[in-house]
Structure formats: C-alpha cells, structure tokens
C-alpha cells in the first residue's frame, strides 16, 4: 500500500468516526439538556466537513506532475488545511457567542447521563489522536496532522464539557452556568488548535526549512556513491506527501563530464531508493577543490 493510499484510507476511518461522534454529541446534548455538549457537537459537525476537505485534498494532491504542474498537486494539501483552519475558526465563534449568550440565563441542569457519553467521547477521541498521528508520521501528511490534531482538540474541549457538566450536578442549583463557561472554554481551545494546524501548514506554502533531520539523512546517503567527495548545498521542499531536493555534490574535478553526469544519476537513484518519501531529486555537480 502506497503513502498516499494509507493516507486516503486513514482519512475513510477518520470521517466515519466523526459522523458518529456528531450523531451521539447531538442526540445526548439536546436530550440530556448539555448546552456544553451541544456546543461540542458543532465542533464535531465541522469535523465532518474538515475530514471531507482532507480526503478531497489527499486525492487531488497525490496526482502525478503534469505539464501544467511539474511538481505535482502536493500544494494542494496545505490550501485544504488553511480551509479547515477556516472552518475551525467560524466553529469557535459560534460556540463563544452562544455560552456569552446563555451564561445569564435560567434553565435545567444537564441530566447525569450526559457524564458517561462524554467520558467515552473523550477516550475515543484521544485513540482516533494516536491513530491519525502515527499515520500522519508515516505519510508525511501536513493534512493529516491537521486532522489528529481535530482529533485531541476535540478530546480537549470535549474534557472541558466533562468538567462543567460535572460541577453542575456536584454543586446543584445555580450552578447550571458551568456547563456554558465549559462551552466557552471549549472555544478558546479550538482557536489555539486551530494556530497550531495554521503554522506548519504555512510553513509548507512558503518552502520553509522546517527539515533538518531528512536533509541529514540525504548527505549520509549521498557520500555512500562511489565517487561523491561531499555534498554541499540541499534545499528540502515539501509538496504533499513528497519531497523535492536541490542537491548540490562535490566529485573529482579530473573527471569527464560524462562520469560526472553517470554519478549524479547513481546518487539520484540511490536516494529515492534508500528514501521513498522522495518525489524527485534534482543533481548539481560541483568540481572538489583540495
């Protein structure tokens, strides 16, 4: 199975999980009287839309390059990520307004069910987290981390939930408007999920070094060709799942420039066999200087 086809795959459970969660999140909030729970299902309904968004970019950006894109669609995967930030953001807002709303408002205390669903909302979530994140390593998806990340932000606001719903029915009568600063809590927390989606995501849109570990691996690679002196310059950019190297080395400089083109093409071949989660590898020889 591919990079990309475990990507899409993981993307299919994640998606199923979501609908379910929402489905669970809206039923027992409204039944169960949680404004909290409530609030936490909207932020599970945008999950939904933001899984849907990740699949459609994880199969647009695995794509092979065209003549219209010769490095491939792989940007395409960081501009779905901004859009679930996007989502993500509304979401907050929406949840903030509502509590600011009903904070001051006289009404039942959730009903003590409500606790049990969401203790196994939250354990569930935190097991899709550590699902979604090791696949995201494996993958080197930027859209999958994002969607890990929805994942443990969700388990966090949905704690937040717990807590409030749990202060209520502890402390009785007036204390119903716990459940509403849970609500509100809960906001504050997907916003800050959402500036840590953001960064790497931009990072990746404007080729930031972000790839010190791979960069090493590539020269220690390199030097294992016969005929490279040493390696030079190397230039990591990401594009979806793949990466694309400017690979600068140093050969003999008494040697033809024929052997010197027949040893960037053994390095070149050498590197995306030893590092799969390379895309292409561009060659530029440089005469060693003693």
Known sequence: MTQEQKAIRTTYISLSGNIGLAIVKWVTGYLGNSHA?????VESTTDIFTSLL???????????????????????????????????????????????QHISM???????????????????????????????????????????WHHRGDAITSLTVFAGIAITLIFGKGYEFADDWAALIASVVILYNSYLIFRPALGEIMDEHLYDELVAEIRVVSKKV???????KCYVRKTGIKFHVDLHIAVNSNITVKEGHEISHHVKDRLKLELPQLADVLIHIEPDVE
């Open 54 to 100: 990740v699949l459609f970019g994880l199969k647009y950006s695995s794509k092979p390059a065209d003549k219209n894109h010769p490095y491939g669609h792989g940007k395409a995967e960081p501009l779905i990520t901004f859009l679930m930030v996007g989502f993500l953001i509304t979401s907050a807002v929406v949840i903030a307004y509502e509590s600011i």
């Open 106 to 148: 006289p009404r039942e205390s959730p009903k003590s069910y409500t606790l049990i669903v969401i203790g196994a909302i939250i354990i569930i979530k935190e097991l899709f987290y550590r699902m979604v994140s090791k696949k995201s390593h494996e993958t080197n998806s930027s859209a999958l981390k994002a969607e890990a």
């Open 37 to 41: 729970l409530i609030a936490d299902a």
């Open 226 to 232: 016969d005929g490279v002196v040493d390696t030079e």
